[in-house]
Structure formats: structure tokens, C-alpha cells
Nanobody, 120 residues
Framework: QLQLVESGGGLVQPGGSLRLSCTAS????????GNWYRQAPGKQRELVAA???????RYADSVKGRFTISGDNAKNTVYLQMNSLKPEDTAVYYC??????????????WGQGTQVTVSS
């Protein structure tokens, strides 16, 4: 079964750092684009970082300068490096990616979510 597997979440103190990873499990021919969303308690899911196939990145204003999205094609993985974490960053983080399953086909997948808690 083709899926996105997330890891790297956990508990961290304010000002700390975490790196989330999102790895495609199964046979693919690359990740065309990747995104990270988060959903805080009682709030709607929001886009926090996006990376296009050409490597162009975009960030929500609330995380710009602190978060970095990147990808490793050889590992079929998208990362989210989170620095200077704040309590308001606490949320479940979800990866989303377009996976190339053949030369002519792209399919959209979501990760299962990973909890990030920023607290002293």
C-alpha cells in the first residue's frame, strides 16, 4: 500500500527545535510537491509550509523565518525543520504530497499526522 508515514513529533520546550519527516512508503518515482499543514485544538487545519516541484517554498506568516520545508528525492522524504518553537505552534502536523506513481500519473496523499507539543 502506498502511503505517507510521518515521524519526528513530540514534546519540546519553548525556543526548542524539532524536525518532522514525511516518507513515501511504496514504489514511486518521486515527490512532485509537498506541503505541511497543522491543526491546533479547536481550530481549522491551516497550511504552514509548501514546496513546489521546482523547489520554490512558501510559508505562513506565523512561521516564516522559523520553519523550513525541504525534500530529499533519494529518500522520497519531505522535511519540516521547526526552530524557535512557541506554545502556539502546538498542533497535530500533517504532511501532504503529490506522488509520481508512473511517468504520466500523479496522486495526492496525506500523512497520518504527528503531535507537536510546545510547553515548559
Amino acid at each position: 500500500q502506498l502511503q505517507l508515514v510521518e515521524s519526528g513529533g513530540g514534546l519540546v520546550q519553548p525556543g526548542g527545535s524539532l524536525r518532522l519527516s514525511c516518507t513515501a512508503s511504496g514504489i514511486i518515482f518521486g515527490i512532485s510537491a509537498g506541503n505541511w499543514y497543522r491543526q491546533a485544538p479547536g481550530k481549522q487545519r491551516e497550511l504552514v509550509a509548501a514546496m513546489s516541484g521546482d523547489g520554490t517554498t512558501r510559508y505562513a506568516d506565523s512561521v516564516k523565518g522559523r520553519f523550513t520545508i525541504s525534500g530529499d528525492n533519494a529518500k522520497n522524504t519531505v522535511y519540516l525543520q521547526m526552530n524557535s518553537l512557541k506554545p502556539e505552534d502546538t498542533a497535530v502536523y500533517y504532511c501532504n504530497a503529490q506522488l509520481r506513481t508512473s511517468k504520466s500519473q500523479l496522486s495526492n496523499y496525506w500523512g497520518q499526522g504527528t503531535q507537536v507539543t510546545v510547553s515548559s
